[in-house]
């Protein structure tokens, strides 16, 4: 049977519990993800329990980071549709 822990941390406003999981090819402990509720976090444990005694290797879950200039395209595509509605003005977009 695999060895998944769920982790509580203590924040000053709210309360997480990250699930590791210890893996089998190496044994050392791996992150696997962060929950903000122990219904979640239990739930993944168990699937990912089952995950591991089945033989397949489970994908940490992370978020892509965006560039400076990934998130700047984003935003001015969505300027240049705001300001085709009038709801900006031109100003304001030469301004961003």
Do not use: C, H
């Not at 329990?49 to 992370?62: F, T």
């Not at 892509?64 to 900006?88: M, R, V, Y």
Request: charged fraction near 30%.
């Amino acid at each position: 049977m695999a060895t998944v822990t769920i982790q509580k941390y203590t924040g000053i406003r709210k309360v997480s519990y990250a699930v590791k999981y210890k893996d089998p090819a190496t044994g050392k402990w791996k992150y696997y993800a962060t929950f903000s509720k122990w219904k979640e976090a239990n739930q993944s444990r168990n699937d990912l329990r089952s995950l591991i005694d089945v033989g397949q290797i489970p994908k940490p879950k992370k978020r892509k980071l965006l560039t400076f200039s990934e998130t700047a395209n984003i935003l001015d595509g969505l300027w240049q549709q705001k300001l085709a509605k009038n709801e900006l003005s031109p100003e304001t977009v030469e301004g961003y």
